[in-house]
């Protein structure tokens, strides 16, 4: 019994140990990055910016997204609150050339990280280069540590840009 107890303190303090030596590697990450990734798609740029842009459609394309609403703010501002497997987040459409360039930001300001993102949407080939870029901060010294060494800057991106390959039936790899 007693050896099972110290298996367990142990295993504990481990836990301990490491979960504070990534909060202070953390700790010393900037809180800011940029991260740009892009596909092809064979689509015009006006057809990608659209389905982007139809905010209440995401769900359908998109598995990490349950639901989205979207306001119009009386000083005509664009608010989106997206529900997803993340939890509920806040955005502002800040920027809107259609079928050129997008710019969504996070509203929120208790998440742990805020930010936002630059879609460009660009002829290339007879299709569209679709190009997103996220300025982010990561204030959660913990969640810098994951974000930069477990899962990377780019994975919400990845995952977003191959969500909208599938929803134009066409497999690709982001870059």
Request: charged share 25%; net charge positive.
């Given at each position: 019994?007693?050896?099972l107890v110290l298996i367990i303190v142990v295993v504990i303090a481990a836990i301990i140990l490491l979960v504070g030596v990534a909060a202070l590697i953390g700790s010393?990450?900037?809180?800011s990055h940029t991260a740009t990734r892009s596909i092809f798609l064979r689509q015009s740029p006006q057809n990608v910016y659209a389905v982007i842009r139809d905010f209440t459609a995401a769900p359908a394309w998109r598995s990490d997204v349950?639901?989205?609403?979207v306001q119009t703010q009386p000083d005509g501002k664009v608010r989106l609150r997206e529900e997803g497997k993340n939890g509920t987040v806040n955005y502002e459409l800040a920027e809107d050339v259609p079928g050129?360039?997008?710019v969504t930001r996070i509203l929120d300001t208790d998440l742990g990280y805020s930010g936002k993102w630059t879609y460009v949407f660009a002829p290339e080939n007879g299709g569209a280069r679709v190009t997103i870029t996220e300025d982010g901060?990561?204030?959660n010294a913990l969640f810098r540590f994951m974000s930069?060494?477990?899962f990377g800057h780019?994975?919400?991106l990845d995952a977003y840009l191959s969500s909208l390959?599938?929803?134009f039936g066409e497999d690709t790899t982001p870059q």
């Amino acid at each position: 019994m007693k050896i099972l107890v110290l298996i367990i303190v142990v295993v504990i303090a481990a836990i301990i140990l490491l979960v504070g030596v990534a909060a202070l590697i953390g700790s010393r990450l900037s809180k800011s990055h940029t991260a740009t990734r892009s596909i092809f798609l064979r689509q015009s740029p006006q057809n990608v910016y659209a389905v982007i842009r139809d905010f209440t459609a995401a769900p359908a394309w998109r598995s990490d997204v349950k639901r989205v609403e979207v306001q119009t703010q009386p000083d005509g501002k664009v608010r989106l609150r997206e529900e997803g497997k993340n939890g509920t987040v806040n955005y502002e459409l800040a920027e809107d050339v259609p079928g050129k360039r997008m710019v969504t930001r996070i509203l929120d300001t208790d998440l742990g990280y805020s930010g936002k993102w630059t879609y460009v949407f660009a002829p290339e080939n007879g299709g569209a280069r679709v190009t997103i870029t996220e300025d982010g901060e990561v204030s959660n010294a913990l969640f810098r540590f994951m974000s930069r060494y477990v899962f990377g800057h780019t994975a919400t991106l990845d995952a977003y840009l191959s969500s909208l390959a599938r929803r134009f039936g066409e497999d690709t790899t982001p870059q």
